[in-house]
C-alpha cells in the first residue's frame, strides 16, 4: 500500500503528495477484475469482440479517469458537497419516472444525450457520501436519539420507494442494506435495528404489492423452481445445470455448452459468473471470489486506517456496497437467494454499472490518500 513520508502528516498534502498516495494496488486488482470480465464477454459472444468486450473495455478506459479525479480532489471538498451529490442523484432517479425509457421490462435508464444513465447505480454511492457527511456531523451521543435519525432514514428511504416503483427490486435491496450498514458502522443502538426490522415485516405487504408479476413469480419459485421449468424457474434451473456441468477444472475457455448453445440466459449481465463457473469450474470461481476477497479486504483497511469519521465511514460504507455486489449476485445464481438482478462487479456487462464501482474505488482511495486529515463538522480540516 502507498505510504507518506513522515513529514508530509504535519502540512498541508499537494497535488504530487496526493498522486504519490494512490493505491496503485488496488487499482492492479481492479485491473485485474475487469480483464477477466473482458475475456467472459469475448467469450459470451462466441469469440467476439461484439457488442459487448469491446464497449465494457472502453468504458473502463473512460471510468478511470473520472476515478483518478475522485482520489485525487480534496476530501474537504467531497465533505462539502456531500448533499449536493445526494440531491443530484435523486433528481436523476425522480426523472427516470418522468423521461426514462423502458428497457428489458423495466423504466430504470434515462438519455441525457452523451450516455443512458441509470440514476440508481448513482445512487448507490451518493447515498453513502451523504450519510457519512450526516453522520461525521452528528455528535456520538445523538446517534441513540430516534429525532436524529428520522433525517437519514428519509434520505434512505425515499430512494429505496421511487426504485422500487422502477420496478428494480435488486437495486432497491442494496441501497436499504447500504444504508443500514452505514446506520451500524455510526453507532445506531441495536434495538433501533431491531425495531426497524419489525416495521419492514409490517410493512411487507405494501411491498408485495408494488412488485410486478414477474417479480413475485421469482420470489415464489425460489422455494420450488421445478414448479416451473420453463417460466420463473427456468433461469436458476439453467444456472445450476451450467454450474454443475463445469465440475472441477471446467470446459474450457469458450467451450460451454449452456452458455454457447443459448440455454444459459443473460450470460452477459446476471448469469456471467455462472458461465466463468461452467468454463473454469470449481477452481476458476474460486479464483475470482478470491480476488473480490483481496479487494474487500484492501478496502476495509484503507477504511479502517482513516482517522477522521467521515472518511471512516465513507470506506467502510463502500467496500459494503461492493460486497454487498458480489454476495448478492453469487448467492443468487446459484439459487441461494431469489433472483434479483444484481450485476457481478467489474465483470458483468453494464455501462452505469462500471462507471459508479469505478468511481467508488476513486473515492475510497481519497479516503486512503487523506487518512491522517481531521475534518471538522464544518468540513475544516487539517492534517495531524
Same mark, same amino acid.
Given at each position: 500500500?502507498?505510504?507518506?513520508?513522515?513529514?508530509?502528516?504535519?502540512?498541508?498534502?499537494?497535488?504530487?503528495?496526493?498522486?504519490?498516495?494512490?493505491?496503485?494496488?488496488?487499482?492492479?486488482?481492479?485491473?485485474?477484475?475487469?480483464?477477466?470480465?473482458?475475456?467472459?464477454?469475448?467469450?459470451?459472444?462466441?469469440?467476439?469482440?461484439?457488442?459487448?468486450?469491446?464497449?465494457?473495455?472502453?468504458?473502463?478506459?473512460?471510468?478511470?479517469?473520472?476515478?483518478?479525479?475522485?482520489?485525487?480532489?480534496?476530501?474537504?471538498?467531497?465533505?462539502?458537497?456531500?448533499?449536493?451529490?445526494?440531491?443530484?442523484?435523486?433528481?436523476?432517479?425522480?426523472?427516470?419516472?418522468?423521461?426514462?425509457?423502458?428497457?428489458?421490462?423495466?423504466?430504470?435508464?434515462?438519455?441525457?444525450?452523451?450516455?443512458?444513465?441509470?440514476?440508481?447505480?448513482?445512487?448507490?454511492?451518493?447515498?453513502?457520501?451523504?450519510?457519512?457527511?450526516?453522520?461525521?456531523?452528528?455528535?456520538?451521543?445523538?446517534?441513540?436519539?430516534?429525532?436524529?435519525?428520522?433525517?437519514?432514514?428519509?434520505?434512505?428511504?425515499?430512494?429505496?420507494?421511487?426504485?422500487?416503483?422502477?420496478?428494480?427490486?435488486?437495486?432497491?435491496?442494496?441501497?436499504?442494506?447500504?444504508?443500514?450498514?452505514? /446506520?451500524?458502522?455510526?453507532?445506531?443502538?441495536?434495538?433501533?435495528?431491531?425495531?426497524?426490522?419489525?416495521?419492514?415485516?409490517?410493512?411487507?405487504?405494501?411491498?408485495?404489492?408494488?412488485?410486478?408479476?414477474?417479480?413475485?413469480?421469482?420470489?415464489?419459485?425460489?422455494?420450488?423452481?421445478?414448479?416451473?421449468?420453463?417460466?420463473?424457474?427456468?433461469?436458476?434451473?439453467?444456472?445450476?445445470?451450467?454450474?454443475?456441468?463445469?465440475?472441477?477444472?471446467?470446459?474450457?475457455?469458450?467451450?460451454?455448452?449452456?452458455?454457447?448453445?443459448?440455454?444459459?440466459?443473460?450470460?452477459?449481465?446476471?448469469?456471467?459468473?455462472?458461465?466463468?463457473?461452467?468454463? /473454469?469450474?470449481?477452481?476458476?470461481?474460486?479464483?475470482?471470489?478470491?480476488?473480490?476477497?483481496?479487494?474487500?479486504?484492501?478496502?476495509?483497511?484503507?477504511?479502517?486506517?482513516?482517522?477522521?469519521?467521515?472518511?471512516?465511514?465513507?470506506?467502510?460504507?463502500?467496500?459494503?456496497?461492493?460486497?454487498?455486489?458480489?454476495?448478492?449476485?453469487?448467492?443468487?445464481?446459484?439459487?441461494?437467494?431469489?433472483?434479483?438482478?444484481?450485476?457481478?462487479?467489474?465483470?458483468?456487462?453494464?455501462?452505469?454499472?462500471?462507471?459508479?464501482?469505478?468511481?467508488?474505488?476513486?473515492?475510497?482511495?481519497?479516503?486512503?490518500?487523506?487518512?491522517?486529515?481531521?475534518?471538522?463538522?464544518?468540513?475544516?480540516?487539517?492534517?495531524?
Amino acid at each position: 500500500m502507498a505510504s507518506f513520508s513522515p513529514d508530509i502528516r504535519h502540512r498541508e498534502l499537494t497535488f504530487s503528495d496526493r498522486l504519490r498516495g494512490i493505491e496503485w494496488g488496488l487499482i492492479l486488482l481492479v485491473s485485474v477484475l475487469s480483464g477477466i470480465g473482458f475475456a467472459m464477454l469475448y467469450s459470451a459472444a462466441n469469440g467476439n469482440w461484439q457488442p459487448w468486450a469491446s464497449k465494457q473495455m472502453a468504458r473502463f478506459v473512460i471510468a478511470f479517469i473520472p476515478m483518478l479525479a475522485a482520489a485525487l480532489i480534496d476530501i474537504r471538498y467531497w465533505f462539502r458537497i456531500a448533499y449536493w451529490v445526494y440531491g443530484l442523484a435523486l433528481t436523476l432517479v425522480v426523472a427516470v419516472d418522468l423521461r426514462g425509457f423502458v428497457g428489458m421490462g423495466a423504466q430504470r435508464w434515462i438519455d441525457l444525450g452523451f450516455i443512458q444513465l441509470q440514476p440508481s447505480e448513482v445512487m448507490k454511492i451518493a447515498l453513502i457520501v451523504a450519510l457519512a457527511r450526516y453522520f461525521h456531523t452528528l455528535p456520538a451521543e445523538n446517534t441513540g436519539r430516534i429525532t436524529h435519525l428520522l433525517a437519514p432514514l428519509g434520505m434512505v428511504m425515499v430512494p429505496v420507494v421511487l426504485v422500487l416503483k422502477q420496478p428494480d427490486l435488486g437495486t432497491a435491496m442494496m441501497l436499504l442494506a447500504s444504508g443500514a450498514i452505514v /446506520f451500524f458502522l455510526a453507532g445506531v443502538r441495536l434495538w433501533m435495528f431491531g425495531a426497524a426490522a419489525a416495521a419492514a415485516a409490517g410493512a411487507a405487504p405494501l411491498v408485495w404489492s408494488m412488485l410486478r408479476d414477474y417479480q413475485k413469480a421469482r420470489l415464489t419459485t425460489f422455494l420450488s423452481p421445478d414448479s416451473d421449468p420453463l417460466g420463473a424457474g427456468y433461469h436458476i434451473l439453467q444456472s445450476k445445470i451450467a454450474l454443475g456441468s463445469g465440475g472441477i477444472f471446467g470446459k474450457g475457455f469458450m467451450l460451454g455448452t449452456q452458455t454457447h448453445l443459448a440455454f444459459l440466459p443473460e450470460r452477459q449481465t446476471d448469469f456471467i459468473f455462472t458461465m466463468i463457473a461452467e468454463e /473454469f469450474g470449481l477452481v476458476g470461481g474460486l479464483v475470482l471470489l478470491t480476488l473480490y476477497a483481496l479487494v474487500i479486504a484492501y478496502g476495509f483497511t484503507i477504511a479502517l486506517r482513516s482517522r477522521n469519521q467521515f472518511g471512516r465511514i465513507l470506506g467502510l460504507g463502500l467496500v459494503t456496497n461492493f460486497f454487498l455486489y458480489v454476495f448478492i449476485n453469487t448467492a443468487m445464481v446459484i439459487g441461494l437467494i431469489p433472483v434479483v438482478g444484481v450485476p457481478l462487479p467489474l465483470i458483468s456487462y453494464g455501462g452505469s454499472a462500471m462507471v459508479t464501482v469505478m468511481l467508488g474505488f476513486g473515492l475510497l482511495m481519497n479516503v486512503s490518500i487523506h487518512r491522517d486529515v481531521r475534518i471538522s463538522r464544518l468540513g475544516e480540516s487539517q492534517v495531524v
